[in-house]
């Protein structure tokens, strides 16, 4: 699954390095209650963008919305998110993948994905391979 959600009015919440890395942090704490295969991920200042696989019987909603509600107590202001989540389920999961990297590159945040701390392309945060590179 294809998964982005935005900040609430599109704030830059994320623009702080210290939000950032509690969206990252908290990301990896959810796992612990709610499983899930995560293949890939980047933090941008108003959004995030998530390549993830629930386990038949989890929920994508709950998964999601603990998410939000974590980094939200963590950060300590809200209303942090719009309410809702965006959701596409891919046919090419590398392609996805690689717009999820490139998207700090296209945002001029940094020239090439790995510069970006805030991203799975970065290799400071455990994922899932897709079995493939690009």
């Known amino acids: ?3 982005t959600t935005n900040t609430d009015q599109r704030k830059s919440v994320f623009r702080d390095p210290a939000c950032a890395r509690i969206a990252v942090e908290t990301l990896y ?3 612990g209650y709610y499983p899930f295969f995560l293949f890939g991920f980047v933090i941008m200042h108003d ?3 998530f390549l993830m696989r629930i386990p038949e019987g989890g929920s994508i909603s709950k998964t999601i ?14 209303p942090l998110w719009q309410s809702r989540f965006h959701l596409i389920i891919p046919k090419n999961p590398m392609a996805v993948l690689r717009y999820v990297h490139l998207n ?3 945002a001029g945040f940094c020239n090439e994905p790995h510069e970006y701390p805030w991203s799975s ?4 945060w455990d994922v ?3 079995g493939e590179e690009y």
Not at 65 to 74: E, H, Q
Not at 121 to 124: E, L, P
């Open 29 to 31: 704490d959810i796992q």
């Open 1 to 3: 699954m294809f998964i």
């Open 128 to 130: 899932m391979s897709l």
């Open 104 to 106: 700090p590159v296209r």
């Open 121 to 124: 392309a970065s290799g400071k």
């Open 65 to 78: 919305g603990s998410y939000k509600r974590a980094v939200t107590f963590a950060i300590g202001r809200g």
């Open 47 to 49: 959004h995030t963008h």
